[in-house]
């Protein structure tokens, strides 16, 4: 029983640190650039970069599912404070260019 509770223990400390990771560091423009080098340019990428990397790290639309991303924009599109056609560009880039699930 005690391997049991330990083991949620440190399954949850996994989860939390997972949720809690960042993306690419805004501040070393080298990896930035060429992490974002292989999307075509759109209003949809340029959104992205400009908005999201105000408050966390690039988070590159392959690290989620094009079923995911819908949702965390919900979110984050108010915080950004993103308009409805800004919100929709980027759930069209991030989605075109997500993880398959």
Known sequence: MQIMKQLG???LVAIVLAGCAKGLNPNNTAKV???FAKYEDSEGKAIFRDKCAKCHGYMLPETRT???W???LDRMAK???LT???KEAVVAF???HAKAS
């Open 9 to 11: 223990q440190i399954m």
């Open 33 to 35: 650039e060429a992490a």
């Open 66 to 68: 094009a079923e995911k």
């Open 70 to 72: 819908p949702n965390i």
């Open 79 to 81: 915080k950004a404070k």
């Open 84 to 86: 409805d056609e800004q």
């Open 94 to 96: 991030v989605t075109k």
